[in-house]
């Protein structure tokens, strides 16, 4: 049963992570952030250089080859075809550009560091609200105490590193 409701836990299967898999997929997703500051770092300068766009594409483009390799060489994929997902599954193809274009015109007027943590913050937030609310199939995980206190502590690094 296909479902198009943003709220459906049923549209995804959330698979139980397994407590050493967790353990090691955290410092994956550390190295995979502090790629992401690279790649703002990289970003801000060749923006100015070739224009925000051309530079935008040119990332998309590098990926998109390297993603073509490996779809190539992986062997035949699982899963339904595109044609057959709810729309609202692909919004991401929107998001990724416009996170890169953000990435490319903010790094050079204020500085890597403020980029990622006024990013971060934006993620975290929303996360929360994703998970609080179960939106795009997400397992519900209700925002107590403790997630409100790190999204302001967030927020407070936020206006700690734009005041230094």
């Not at 100015?48 to 035949?76: D, N």
């Not at 994929?77 to 997902?85: D, F, N």
């Not at 890597?112 to 943590?117: F, L």
């Not at 006024?118 to 929360?128: E, M, R, Y």
Request: proline fraction near 5%.
């Amino acid at each position: 049963m296909q479902s198009s409701s943003l709220d459906d836990v049923s549209v995804v299967a959330t698979p139980a992570t397994k407590p050493r898999l967790r353990l090691l997929l955290l410092p994956l997703v550390i190295l995979a952030g502090m790629g992401l500051s690279v790649e703002a770092g990289l970003l801000g300068p060749l923006g100015v250089q070739v224009g925000h766009l051309w530079a935008t594409l040119s990332i998309f483009g590098v990926g998109s080859a390297i993603l073509f390799l490996l779809l190539l060489f992986s062997g035949p994929q699982q899963g339904p075809a595109l044609s057959e997902l709810p729309r609202w599954q692909l919004i991401g193809g929107f998001l990724g550009p416009m996170y890169v274009i953000v990435l490319t015109l903010a790094t050079p007027h204020i500085g890597v560091a403020m980029t990622m943590i006024a990013i971060l913050s934006g993620q975290v937030g929303k996360s929360v609200l994703i998970d609080h609310f179960g939106w795009f199939g997400a397992t519900r995980k209700k925002v107590n105490g403790e997630r409100w206190l790190a999204l302001l502590l967030i927020v407070a690094a936020l206006v700690l590193i734009a005041r230094g």
